[in-house]
Each structure stands twice: as C-alpha cells, then as structure tokens.
C-alpha cells in the first residue's frame, strides 16, 4: 500500500519518501529542465506567461458557484 502524503506540505525541504515518492517522473523532469535551461531563459518564460495571463480577461467566481 502506497503511503498517501500532501507533497506540498511533506517535502517543503525534499522528498521525503525517497524512491517510493509517486511523483517520481515529476521530479526527474523538473531537475532535467533545471539543469538544462539557464536563468535568463527560466526568466523569460516566467515573463511570458505572466503577459498572457494579464492579457486573459477576468473570472469571476460567484459565491453559489464556489
């Protein structure tokens, strides 16, 4: 039986599930991206989105839909 953790809250300072983690392939992937791209690029992809995100119209949320 797999443990079920929050992620999010568990492993702030690393997983602490080690190979047994579920989200191993994540993890594999964002330290690939990491060590291949620079900040400048990591920056600029961070700039993009924040610039569709700004261009996207407003959401509203009614209080019934929540």
Same mark, same amino acid.
């Given at each position: 039986? $797999? &443990? ?12 602490? !599930?080690?190979?047994?983690? &579920? ?5 594999? +992937? ?5 060590? $291949?791209?620079? !900040?400048? $690029?990591?920056?600029?992809? +961070? /700039? ?7 261009? /996207? &119209? &407003?959401?509203?949320?009614?209080? $019934?839909?929540?």
């Amino acid at each position: 039986m $797999e &443990p079920k953790i929050n992620c999010a809250q568990a492993c702030v300072n690393g997983c602490i !599930l080690g190979d047994k983690c &579920p989200n191993i392939e994540f993890r594999e +992937a964002a330290s690939q991206f990491i060590k $291949e791209t620079s !900040l400048d $690029e990591m920056l600029a992809i +961070a /700039e993009e989105r924040l610039r569709k995100k700004m261009m /996207e &119209p &407003p959401k509203w949320v009614l209080p $019934e839909d929540a």
